[in-house]
């Protein structure tokens, strides 16, 4: 049974950090490209970053290129977002996808509210 659950959101005041993770089960995550997306309040669906099965990390959306990270840690099965210097537009629910196996904005989520 696939499962990837989200975790680390809150209230961050602008420029302050937050890491989120994500834990997955029922895959071992380098056999997928896995990514992070969010989704602002009355907006769609966005693509931030994305790491390849071999490694190869890449951030996508440009707003938060220079401020965000992607990494992994194979063992535990967990992908993490490092977010620095966030700003009140990172406000959103952030999710967590395995191409091939659950893709976009789906699942519980976890919500990041930045705000002073």
């Known amino acids: 049974q696939v499962q990837l659950v989200e975790s680390g959101g809150g209230l961050a005041q602008p420029g302050g950090s937050l890491t989120l993770s994500c834990l997955s089960s029922g895959f071992t995550i380098n056999a997928f490209a896995m990514a992070w997306y969010r989704q602002a309040p009355g907006k769609g669906c966005e693509l931030v970053a994305r790491?390849?099965?071999?490694?190869?990390?890449?951030i996508d959306a440009d707003s938060v290129k220079g401020r965000f990270v992607i990494s992994r840690d194979v063992p535990n099965n967990t992908v993490y977002l490092l977010m620095n210097n966030l700003k009140p537009e990172d406000t959103a629910v952030y999710y967590c996808?395995?191409?091939?196996?659950?893709?976009?904005?789906r699942g519980q989520g976890t919500q990041v509210t930045v705000s002073s």
């Open positions: 996808a395995a191409f091939g196996l659950r893709i976009g904005c």
């Open positions: 790491i390849f099965s071999t490694g190869v990390n890449t």
